[in-house]
């Protein structure tokens, strides 16, 4: 099964697709570029979904990767107060915490066109992760789905969202059959307890886009697509699987 094919006028510098996969790889010259590529993409993803069936829904992910895409997906003229955004994962900090995912998302991307989004934060007020879990599940399951894109980035470590490897409830945020939106997990070697969107949500998306840059994170990327059946990179089961199309987007 060959990924989704690339919108029209799409130009990237390369597009593979890997066989037997719903995973494609899509390379450009430099981080700005691809960040550009990237906000028109997904803005043109929204746009349809909103023509097609009245609304869209974007999960974003927090790091330093996506800064320069949200500037940018920021000034895209869509119908923003037709579009839900939430995020893949959340640290266990104030909202107005410079670690905060929430608190990045709404300094960089509910700005300007995008400030008329509506956004639905992981972070509650209960004092640990593990009390907010319940009411964090529960304001997930109003949110509308399948999803229209997921953005993800990916550590050195392999992990996505908070899905770290070693994590003692790994197994379970990993469970496609658990019935849950979100746990909270606490990173063996990374600051911050977390609320993480479990895999089976991740995945109820039309399609996962995974943005990442840099020569390092290339090499993470081929380890985890090496033909390894061991399960220490989480990544592995966002690009393993076979039920939503995953779209990786490198630059140097
Ligand atoms: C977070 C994330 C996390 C992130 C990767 C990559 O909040 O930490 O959602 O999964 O995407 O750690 O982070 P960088 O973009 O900073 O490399």
């Known amino acids: 099964m060959l990924g989704i094919p690339p919108p029209v006028g799409y130009n990237p510098v390369t597009q593979e697709t890997m066989t037997e996969s719903l995973v494609t790889l899509q390379t450009s010259a430099s981080a700005w570029e691809l960040a550009e590529i990237l906000a ?6 929204l746009a349809e979904a909103v023509t097609a069936k009245g609304w869209g829904a974007l999960v974003v992910s927090g790091g330093s990767t996506p ?4 500037r940018l997906l920021s000034r895209k003229k869509i119908a923003w107060p037709k579009i839900s955004i939430t995020l893949a994962d959340e640290r266990w900090v104030d909202i107005s ?21 509506r956004f639905i934060g992981l972070k ?26 997921v ?22 945020a990993l469970d496609m059959k658990s019935g849950r939106n979100c746990l909270a997990v606490t990173p063996p070697d990374a600051p911050f307890d977390r609320m993480t969107l479990t895999l089976p949500t991740l995945l109820d998306s039309r399609q996962i886009i995974l943005h990442i840059t840099g020569g390092r994170k290339k090499k993470v990327l081929d380890r985890a697509l090496a033909e390894d ?3 220490e990179m989480p990544v592995r089961s966002i690009l393993r699987q076979q ?5 990786i987007f490198w630059a140097p």
């Open 40 to 45: 028109d993409e997904i803005a043109g993803c």
């Open 67 to 70: 800064e320069p895409l949200f």
């Open 97 to 117: 915490d410079s670690s905060s995912n929430e608190h990045l998302v709404r300094s960089l991307l509910l700005q300007n066109d995008a400030a008329a989004a």
């Open 124 to 149: 509650n007020s209960a004092s640990t992760a593990a009390s907010g879990e319940q009411e964090c599940h529960e304001i997930l399951s109003a949110l509308p789905r399948p999803f229209d894109v």
């Open 151 to 172: 953005i993800l980035g990916m550590g050195d470590d392999g992990h996505t969202a908070s899905l770290f490897p070693g994590a003692v409830r790994l197994a379970e």
């Open 229 to 231: 059946t061991s399960n």
């Open 243 to 247: 039920r939503t199309p995953v779209r």
